[in-house]
């Protein structure tokens, strides 16, 4: 399959971008950081997104949604990664969606709706360390009466703090299981965490938190293959956010190059310049086709799937890496102000790649699965 976008997948990107430039461009990052809003997410631009399909690109058409796969996913969170919006795209219409569809008709019917439409968000709670562990997680639910009680704790749940549900994975007698979780049940505590792009995730803490049996997602003890269903969706998305921020640095960049003066001369005539801008604009060439490779993996269900995304999540990350940084360096000392917007991206570039696994895990990731 060729590894470029379909007409149709085409128009979705233009609009997605169209909406995103006149809605919430850089400005509105910035307007919610510099008000210290109380959410840092806008409901009212969820909803819109809601009303344009975006919210529930991925969620079915019975129940709201348009019926997408992987690859239009990736175009809406790449148009994220350019105007770095903050939005529960990433934790609700990509993670949370996804592990839904897998729940049982009353979970499905309660909240794909409610996402698609950009009424509700849904947050997926499942780091636990400093770093991407999924392997890793302690959080356990026992068995209690007819349901379960929850302990343990959750770092880096996107918008967590505004969230409408949780769905927590937790450690059963055998396995691992997915649970939805009223923020407001007791035994709940949510710490609102502003990362370093001024956008939101928070910190999760579960002392003996009581759920029905209802609360399960899919089946108790088989949560596993649900959820990483879902992460590899999510990485996948974040990967084709990372090539939109590194993309639009060097958009930025290449205006820089071509207006700014110096020695009588226009910096973009310089060689050297030169040089760096070419080798940049093929390698933001290569992450996007990974990265739309591993979209349409995912989207046939090939076998290779997981580990096309985590080529995809380490070249686009280790590419809008370079993007940023020569972003900073082309544009001399005021590329480290604030005026401009090339810092901005690259503290987005930066949670990015630590979201769900950075480089190291993915290639990590890779080498066991060739059996190193």
Not at 157 to 171: F, N, P, Q, S
């Amino acid at each position: 399959m060729p590894l470029i976008l379909t007409e149709e997948q085409t128009m979705l990107k233009d609009a997605a971008d169209g909406f995103l430039n006149d809605n919430a461009p850089i400005a509105h990052l910035r307007k919610l950081r510099d008000s210290r809003d109380a959410d840092g997410v806008s409901r009212d631009l969820w909803k819109a997104f809601g009303e344009m399909g975006f919210a529930g690109v991925i969620i079915p058409e019975e129940h709201g949604g348009s019926g997408l796969g992987a690859v239009e996913a990736g175009v809406v969170a790449e148009a994220l990664g350019r105007t770095l919006t903050p939005s529960p795209f990433m934790g609700s219409g990509v993670l949370s969606a996804t592990v839904l569809k897998g729940g049982s008709a009353e979970q499905q019917a309660a909240w794909l709706p409610r996402i698609a439409a950009g009424e509700a968000i849904v947050s997926l709670a499942v780091d636990e360390g400093a770093k991407h562990a999924p392997a890793k997680i302690a959080t356990v639910a026992e068995r209690s009466g007819n349901g379960f009680r929850l302990n343990g704790a959750k770092g880096f749940v996107l918008d967590g703090h505004v969230a409408d549900a949780l769905i927590v994975a937790a450690l059963t007698e055998n396995g691992l299981t997915l649970f939805l979780v009223d923020p407001k049940t007791t035994g709940v505590e949510i710490e609102r965490t502003v990362m370093v792009d001024a956008h939101n995730a928070a910190r999760v803490f579960l002392t003996d938190v009581e759920v029905d049996a209802d609360a399960v997602i899919g089946t108790v003890d088989g949560g596993e293959p649900l959820l990483e269903g879902a992460l590899n969706l999510g990485r996948a998305c974040a990967a084709a956010s990372l090539n939109g921020a590194g993309d639009q640095a060097f958009q930025l960049t290449l205006e820089y190059l071509r207006t700014r003066k110096q020695f009588g001369k226009l910096i973009g005539e310089f060689q050297s310049l030169q040089h760096r801008a070419a080798h940049l604009f093929t390698e933001i060439e290569i992450a996007r086709a990974a990265v739309i490779g591993a979209l349409q993996a995912l989207d046939g269900g090939k076998d290779h799937g997981a580990l096309a995304v985590s080529v995809a999540k380490a070249k686009a990350g280790k590419v809008a890496e370079l993007a940023v940084q020569e972003a900073v360096q082309m544009h001399g000392g005021v590329g480290m102000t604030d005026e401009f917007d090339v810092g901005l991206f690259m503290k987005r570039v930066r949670v990015l790649n630590e979201l769900l696994g950075d480089a190291g895990f993915h290639q990590e990731r890779m080498a066991q699965a060739r059996g190193f």
